[in-house]
């Protein structure tokens, strides 16, 4: 069953992560952490950043690999996730650059007509984590719509990292970071698939606020369907749900979640 966790506010969220992923960077330098982009993990990397500058941390030798991409932007346009990685999670934890990945760094730049290029950045980047040793901990976002990473509603839940076409809602809801031009939103991105996704260790996805309500109801208590890609999570054997009370209006058994996470020994962590 996949662990939810309700807190109070995105800060609660974030040290829950960022004690997490300390600890394990402690025990194994090496690391290799998922990252995603958008504003559900942002109090998770700035939580993290203070644990490691304030236990100084070693984290020189930590591997990183993130979910998506978007197609058709420069790796420089502030709007890349390439960029938005950069700026909110290898600076801010002092990272080495050399050991973050971004799967649009392997096909960003090439015209969407190149298929031979295209065809063969999805397999190759699954490789490359695999080599790595898998991801430890992969943290995820969720879309009103369920998708995780770009992975829409209707993507196999055995896919691996590949070129997608956005959903128009997606290009909607992320219109925000393109001075609400939706025009200015790719329409093509590359993204780890469901499949790729689920390999990872262990998975944390983040919510907050009532728009994503619904969805985290069908992450975490519907049925698992392709329809809602998060559901997927229910098939991972250390899936964690951290949510603030808003995202968890509509989960039926909050109080049992509330609960299990009050009673649970505090040296299993999340």
């Known amino acids: 069953m996949t662990e939810v966790i309700i807190v109070k506010d995105e800060q609660e969220a974030g040290e829950l992560y960022g004690r997490c992923v300390a600890d394990l960077i402690t025990k194994n330098p090496q690391a290799v952490l998922g990252l995603a982009t958008g504003s559900s993990p942002l109090a998770a990397y700035k939580a993290l950043a203070k644990i490691v500058h304030d236990e100084d941390i070693d984290v020189s030798h930590v591997r990183d690999f993130a979910l998506d991409e978007y197609l058709g932007l420069p790796i420089t346009h502030p709007q890349s996730y390439h960029s938005t990685i950069e700026r909110t999670v290898v600076e801010p934890l002092g990272l080495?650059?050399?050991?973050?990945?971004?799967?649009?760094?392997?096909?960003?730049?090439?015209?969407?007509?190149?298929?031979?290029?295209?065809?063969?950045?999805?397999?190759a980047y699954d490789r490359a984590i695999e080599e790595a040793g898998g991801i430890d901990v992969q943290i995820l976002g969720i879309g009103t719509d369920g998708h995780v990473g770009f992975n829409e509603p209707g993507s196999s839940l055995a896919s691996g990292t590949r070129v997608k076409t956005l959903a128009e809602q997606t290009r909607i809801d992320n219109a925000r970071f393109f001075g609400d031009d939706v025009n200015a939103v790719p329409t093509h991105c590359i993204t780890q698939g469901i499949g790729t996704i689920l390999k990872a260790r262990h998975l944390v996805l983040l919510a907050f606020g009532e728009g994503k309500a619904d969805a985290i109801a069908h992450t975490v208590e519907g049925g698992v369907s392709a329809f809602c890609p998060a559901s997927a999570l229910q098939l991972h054997p250390h899936a964690t749900v951290i949510v603030d009370e808003a995202a968890a209006s509509k989960l039926k058994h909050a109080d049992y979640y509330r609960y299990a996470w009050a009673h649970k020994p505090a040296w299993q962590g999340i």
Not at 96 to 123: C, F, K, M, T, Y
Request: hydrophobic letters at 40%.
């Open 96 to 123: 080495d650059p050399a050991l973050v990945h971004v799967p649009g760094d392997v096909i960003n730049g090439a015209p969407l007509s190149d298929g031979r290029i295209i065809q063969e950045a999805g397999p």
